[in-house]
């Protein structure tokens, strides 16, 4: 089958939606900074340019790990991130090769290419040229999206609901299935005040396929709103928090602190030095199976996960993936198997280590 007759024949989102869980990789970010492609900071995906190797790489590890979706990595390839490090000239050429990467990962396996915009840092809910301009921005990434391919659309981490509304303004006017996930910091209201709840009515209310939130907080302080929009809304719900512990006190992964660690850059672990703070892959199964259970199918995570994270979420929710044929087995451990294989002298040791 060629990839255009893959395209064609296989399940759209909102119908593999109403059968059981999509799983969302996301985080694409995060996990190229560690790996030496991205520059923390401007985090602009020149990445997609410079090594798309890179790029095709962790597409296929997230899917190898249970992503149904390729998230085309366009996340702040937009105009004015690209103006913040002198790159306009890069616009069009970076959406779209970001856009023809995913594609080809996701056709070659059976997988949903999800054009993707997002949170502009341009938008001014008391500025109407702003509007204008964040607005221009948003119909440049979704024309070449649509051009490309792209099976449904997301807007992601949202902090306006003005800008959300805009981007699913335009998105609808494409016919493909829109997902518009929005982000709440220290409090549950968007950055123009409208509590994040109320956004996500609104937004259904205007034609959005999926509603939800993305980023942020992680599952501790995520999964309580999370609840409260499920609640509220009939249409399918997105959650994709960050995987970190984050607390009531310090809710979001850019408050969080670090005691016992002095030698951090003004004393901010984010965004470099969030190790401490990891969920570790147990921690985002039981996520996933609190997700489901309350009636979420829209699953996934979003900036600092890995592959096994991901793994961990598609074998939570009961797949068997590519990637399970290395899921641990502490059966065979040389100290702490079980299995009659392993010498009795040396499990005997285990207490020794």
Known sequence: MSPQQASVSKRGLLERLDAGPVICAEGYLFELERRGYLQAGPFVPEVVIEHPEAVTRLHEDFVHAGSDVVEAFTYYAHREKLRVIGREDILETINRQALRIAKDVADRNGCLMAGNICNTNAYEADDPKTHNAVRGM???????????????????????????????????????????TLSVHRDENMFDGVDVVDACKRLEAAGADVVGLNCQRGPRTLMPVVRKVRQAVSCHVASLPVPYRTTDAEPTFQSLTDRACSCIPGDRPFPTALDPFTCNRYECAEYAREAYDMGVRYIGLCCGAAPHHIRAVAEALGRTVPGSRYSPDMSKHAFFGTDAVIPEKYKERRIEI
């Open 138 to 180: 948003f119909e440049e990434q979704i024309g070449w999206a649509v051009e490309e391919g792209a099976d449904f659309l997301i807007a992601e981490t949202i902090d306006w609901y003005g800008e959300a509304a805009i981007a699913l303004d335009v998105m609808k006017a494409t016919d493909l299935p829109t997902v518009v």
